[in-house]
């Protein structure tokens, strides 16, 4: 009997192990709080693949793009998507996926944070009919070498009241440059879908 009690842990431990979540972000605000630094990789395996989304560390996010005429129906850049949307702003970045996949993925990440269908389907209308503009806007601001990913040593801005824009700038204008990102990862796929895989 006690062999059987301890496979039942087994199993009962990697089936917990299995279900991944997006996990919470560790940030650092800027002097503003309108955006915020990861000083650590955020990984992301995706449902019960083995495929990551990793958002390394020193991403700079500004968490659900939410506009502030809907924080009073109760949504806001910090609610339940809030991890999702920090994986959805790497993936708009970087665009190594299509933005249906990238919109999709963001689902699928909702999905798993157990945000509410309600939540779950105004922030993914709010991504497919008006991320078009942002999406452009980042793929012109990495054609024209503006950083989004901070090296360690930039990590701490030295005036702690600077705001992203301010400091992106300075970074800039010290040729301060993002790494290349992988075209067409693996877990592109599972965006091809908004099920969890």
């Known amino acids: 009997m006690n062999v059987v009690l301890r496979i039942f842990a087994y199993l009962s431990l990697l089936l917990l192990m299995a279900q991944q979540v997006p996990p919470s972000p560790t940030v650092r605000a800027f002097g503003d709080n309108k955006f915020w630094v990861t000083v650590e990789d955020m990984v992301y395996v995706v449902g019960q693949t083995q495929d990551r989304i990793v958002v390394p560390k ?11 005429i809907l924080w009073s129906t109760g949504l806001s850049p910090h609610g339940q998507y809030s991890r999702a949307a920090v994986i959805h702003d790497f993936l708009c970045w970087s665009q190594a996926c299509t933005r249906a ?5 963001l689902v699928i990440a909702m999905k798993e944070s157990k945000v509410s269908t309600f939540d779950d389907v105004v922030v993914y209308a709010g991504v497919s ?6 999406w452009l806007a980042n793929q012109a601001e990495s054609r024209a070498g503006l950083p989004r990913i901070l090296p360690e040593q930039f990590l701490r801005p030295a005036d ?10 300075q970074l800039f ?3 301060i440059k993002d790494p290349s990102f992988e075209v067409n990862p693996s877990y592109c796929r599972h965006g091809d879908s908004t099920n969890v895989p």
């Open 58 to 68: 020193g991403f700079v996010t500004d968490f659900a793009s939410i506009p502030k």
């Open 101 to 105: 996949q990238a919109d999709r993925l």
């Open 129 to 134: 009919i008006g991320g078009e503009a942002p």
């Open 160 to 169: 702690p009241n600077i705001d992203w824009p301010s400091y992106r700038q």
């Open 173 to 175: 204008e010290q040729a």
